[in-house]
């Protein structure tokens, strides 16, 4: 590298990037620091020179931005799961939008199209998955700190909701006394319509006392389940209601820790834009449909077929399906979409359709989507990568993308979701 870059350097920063890093200018090469803001005049530490420019760590804030706030949080320096808090609610939304934007452009997308965000309220997260980690004397639980393993020890989260907050000075205690020594273990935490379903993840067989120690956990905090997994092997250890989530009115059963939408605001704001966007169509397909969250509204006033390749959470659909009233067919169907996506000629009769897939996102199925005639497409999607790659082929199969609407559930966060409607002119 011919450009002269010393350890330690000043610089003012411009812009965030897509992963929510500064950017700034030195020595001609660009310079990309967490914890900073658009017009922050900072000192910094090189970390590593990559061919795209240099990665350092905040060494000293020497003029702060109109930009910048004090983060509500104690954990904020350490912890890894919301690295923006510093950032000002209107340029932490500008930023949401130019994610987006930045995303669709690198495709050909008018930046145009980029509707300004919805953003979930703070203290509104209905699921997280904590680390435990059993240390001499006390036991950490928590999350990893930014691009580490190292586990920080949470005392106060605002992001997640109260519900499961309150626990978890309880649920340290009980961790305490039941993990050996130097023992790790992951804990999902799910806030349901029927109360918290809880698992925990360890490589631990659970005896007599740890059982009626977790049952009396469940007891004295109205948990609704907890089920211990043991290198694979899921134990039931009670089971006091069981875990349901209310899709539009149906109650869904949930499989301990299955996918859910982050938070009850951003699936509102989800289901709203599909279903607006599929109004006035016949027959929609939901593809990569999950446990229901687009089918049961969608059903309210369309016949919906319903595909999804993980078993569970359809067999939940299916379950909920056979008992609601009021709703259109559903037609459930287990297939992979990424090995046998449904073709261009077995879509044929459907007006809309939606898919939502994982992080991946759907080429296979896109490039099917992109020689149907079917003539409403909705794509949800929690990568915005994906999600422009994927509007691109169905872009070059004929079909406008008319609006783009972010919707962020992962506050103080690079993720977001995106909801893109299409149409066939």
Known sequence: MKNIVTDTFEVKITALGAQGDGIGEHSGLSVFIPATAPGDMVRVRVKEKRRNGIYAELDEVLEPSVNRIKPACKHFEKCGGCQ???????????????????ALAHHGFDANIVSDPIVSLAKSRRRVALKALQMPGRLILGFNERQSHKLVDITECHITCSEITDILPALRKVLQALLKKRMGADVHLTLTATGIDMVVDA???????????LVEFANAHDIAAIHWRDQGFLDPVIIRREPMMNLSGVRVPLAPAAFIQ????????LVKEVLEACNGYGRVADLFCGMGTFTFPLAASHQVLAVEGAKKPLEALQMAANQAVGLKQIIAKHRD?????????????FEAVVFDPPRAGAKEQVEELANSDVKRIVGVSCNPNTFSRDARILADGG?????????????????LELVGVFTRP
């Open 337 to 349: 979409l990424y090995r046998r996506p449904l073709t261009a000629k077995e879509l044929t009769g």
């Open 84 to 102: 923006l808090q510093f950032l000002a609610d209107d340029p932490y939304r500008a930023w949401l939008k130019e994610r987006a934007q930045m």
């Open 203 to 213: 490589a631990m067989e659970l005896g007599l006392a740890a059982r009626e120690l």
């Open 399 to 415: 079909y406008a993308l008319e609006k783009v609407v972010p919707v962020d559930q992962f506050l103080w966060s690079p993720h």
């Open 262 to 269: 982050a938070t009850d605001e951003g699936e509102a704001e």
